[in-house]
């Protein structure tokens, strides 16, 4: 059974940086692709990076040129640098599969102060 478990939230204040870590156990690691998602109180589950088996990247159009999602293999890690963050960026962090599987792990809360 796979298992998430992500760290590394806290409260910074805005154009602060914060790095987001995901250990994930998962046989089927390296050939999948992983993403990042958040979790705003009131609105829905939004992807916001993902990454491929061999490293190339995607980001939604909210976070672009201040996110940068990574991924260690070896270490079954994906990882979430978050610079410039912003008010907006508040919410919990989860990461999963791309697409994602049913079981979400705890997430990493997230909060920006202006």
């Known amino acids: 059974q796979v298992q998430l478990v992500e760290s590394g939230g806290g409260l910074v204040q805005a154009g602060g940086s914060l790095r987001l870590s995901c250990a994930v156990s998962?046989?089927?690691?390296?050939?999948?692709?992983m993403a990042w998602y958040r979790q705003a109180p009131g609105k829905q589950r939004e992807l916001v990076a993902s990454?491929?088996?061999?490293?190339?990247?995607d980001y939604a159009d909210s976070v672009k040129g201040r996110f940068t999602v990574s991924r260690d293999n070896a270490k079954k890690m994906l990882s979430l640098q978050m610079d410039s963050l912003k008010p907006e960026d508040t919410a919990v962090y989860y990461c999963?599969?791309?697409?994602?599987?049913?079981?979400w792990g705890q997430g990493t809360q997230v909060t920006v102060s202006s």
């Open positions: 998962d046989i089927f690691f390296n050939i999948n692709r």
């Open positions: 999963n599969r791309l697409p994602s599987l049913p079981k």
């Open positions: 990454i491929r088996s061999g490293g190339s990247t």
